[in-house]
């Protein structure tokens, strides 16, 4: 099976107001060292991939057909930077890359960078547009304003990329359905191969999150919509793409036919990848860890000639179980429940039926899926099949 690898950048601009990843605004004299780490990290993982992979594949490793890389905002690395990341993983690996995707933000895409990335083999743009509305953008910590936006698709056509993903977040702060509408239509005329709409989130990760939480009013908190019309707007999105054309594929993704993302597959159908940088996950079908998340520490355990590791676990066939339950619904052509019976030999019936009577999935007498209906509260359906 082929391998995916992911890259992490951990740099930001500034932090976003709802972001409950590990990442951060780092001066600019550490991104040189953090470069060095990943080629380092990515020759020594080609080595160890290879020999753990040797006896099947003839000695020559895997093949790697998608990189990833994100962040953070990875745009923000030198173009120089990103193409040695991208020169030492194909003389690591044995690549014939299909797709190679590269997180931007709106106000980093320049004519020069754009041209550099693709020179680097970059050829898939995934941009956090997440709203058109300036005070939207503002309020939650964006750097970029809706007139960026345009600027920078407009700089990546013309540099001829012809695939990009753009991201929307349904719920930010001042959102109104009116606003929402407007965002979904502007994206629309731009017409991106790929786009993904997520759920913000609120937990004690986020700014915003520890600030509702506790009850304040900070960073807009008061303005938030409501989990009622965030569900709404996630429906309103499902219905406004499917009309244009896009398929929905995965509960947070929709792709225009043939523009699925090939690397994020890879995560929901449990096929291996490879995480490069700090706080990045790994799977090789048989275990999952992650290197550490502070950027420093990673940098400075590769610097001693160690491989970090951290949350090393080795997936039990119980485990592999719940994975194929959980990873496989997330996609809305769900799972074939009778080759997951077989292949665990498990009987997965109790389970399914009690779910059945909810109304949130269906069965076909072959596959398990989703309700189309009942998608903005697919959780709860991962909360009862591993309960
Ligand atoms: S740009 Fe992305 S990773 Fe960086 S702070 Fe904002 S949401 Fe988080």
Redo the contacts with the bound molecule.
């Keep these: 099976m082929n391998l995916g690898i992911y890259i992490q950048v951990p740099f ?5 107001t ?2 409950n ?1 590990h ?2 605004v780092f001066a600019r004299s550490l991104y040189d060292p953090y470069v060095a780490a990943i080629c380092h990290e990515l020759t020594v993982r080609s080595a160890a991939w290879r020999a753990a992979s040797a006896p099947s594949q003839g000695g020559d490793g895997p093949i790697v057909d998608t990189v990833y890389i994100g ?3 990875p745009s923000l690395l030198e173009p120089t930077a990103l193409a040695r990341i991208l020169v030492t993983l194909c003389a690591s690996f044995c690549c014939q890359l299909e797709e190679v995707t590269l997180e931007a ?1 709106p106000e980093t895409v320049t004519p020069e960078k754009a041209a550099a990335w693709r020179a680097a083999g970059i050829n898939r743009i995934s941009m ?1 547009v997440q709203s058109f509305h300036d005070r939207e953008l503002s309020a939650a ?2 750097l970029h304003g809706r007139e960026d936006i345009f600027h920078a698709t407009r700089i990546l056509r013309e540099a001829g990329f012809g695939n990009l993903s753009f991201d929307l977040i349904a719920g930010l702060p001042h959102q109104t359905a009116a606003s929402w509408e407007d965002s979904l239509e502007n994206l629309l005329r731009l017409r991106p191969e790929h786009v993904s709409v997520y759920l913000i989130e609120i937990d004690e990760g986020s700014r915003l999150g520890r600030e509702v939480l506790a009850g304040g009013g900070r960073y807009s908190a008061a303005a938030l919509p409501g989990d009622d019309a965030m569900a709404e707007f996630y429906e309103r999105a499902g219905t406004r793409l499917a009309a244009e054309g896009y398929e929905h594929y995965e509960i947070s993704n929709w792709g225009l036919p043939g523009f699925q993302s090939r690397h994020n597959l890879k995560y929901w159908r449990r096929e291996p990848y490879l995480g490069i940088g700090a706080g990045a996950h790994s799977f090789d079908g048989q275990a999952r860890w992650a290197n550490p998340h502070d950027s420093a520490a990673y940098v400075t355990a590769i610097e001693a000639g160690n491989l970090p590791a951290e949350q090393y676990e080795v997936i039990t066939p119980q485990v592999a179980l719940d994975e194929e339950l959980f990873l496989g619904l997330r996609q809305l052509e769900g799972i074939d429940l009778g080759r997951i019976e077989k292949q665990y030999n498990a009987s997965l019936r109790g389970r399914v039926e009690a779910l059945l009577e909810t109304g949130l999935v269906e069965f076909d007498g072959t596959r398990l899926r989703l309700a189309p209906s009942r998608l903005a509260v697919a959780n709860e359906v991962f909360v009862e099949l591993l309960g």
């Design positions: 930001c601009q500034s932090k976003c709802y972001c990843f990442t951060g962040g953070g905002t933000d956090g910590g964006r």
